[in-house]
């Protein structure tokens, strides 16, 4: 069921990562009650550059303004080191098979990656060092 309707990409992801939020913070209430606290931020990878701006930036205002709730829910937990949204590039997006048509040149490396054919370390997905992981994936 679709409860909101996003006008913009942008707003779809940030719908998302204000979902994925309360399911972090859901999943380190659970962690905590079963005697293993969370002391590091939980990293959610986003692909969407201006989800993560306007996550992190208290200055961004203008078109985001009707999802204002959603962005000081992020931006409380980002600042309070619960969750960090972390870039992880649409080529090291690895479930994009599931949600869309690839061409086949871009569908086989994210195959061969579900599959354990090949392996890339979760340090590439890191903003600095997503470059060297896109080579890594696409040779």
């Known amino acids: ?9 942008t707003e779809a992801e940030f719908i998302s990562l204000s979902r994925a939020g309360q399911h972090a913070v859901s999943l380190r209430a659970l962690l ?3 005697g293993a606290p969370q002391h590091d931020p939980t990293i959610i990878y986003e692909d969407n550059l201006s989800c993560i701006t306007a996550s992190t930036n208290v200055q961004m205002r203008g078109r ?13 937990l980002i600042v309070r080191d619960v969750i960090q949204a972390v870039h992880c590039p649409t080529t090291l997006q690895h479930a994009d098979p599931f949600t869309k048509n690839l061409p086949i040149a871009t569908f086989f490396p994210h195959r061969d990656v579900m599959h354990g054919i090949r392996f890339v370390p979760s340090s590439s997905l890191v903003s600095d060092t997503a470059k060297a992981g896109e080579e890594a994936v696409l040779h």
């Open 32 to 34: 905590f009650e079963l």
């Open 64 to 76: 985001m303004k009707h999802v204002n709730v959603r962005i000081f829910y992020i931006r409380d």
């Open 1 to 9: 069921r679709q409860e909101v309707v996003a006008l913009s990409s």
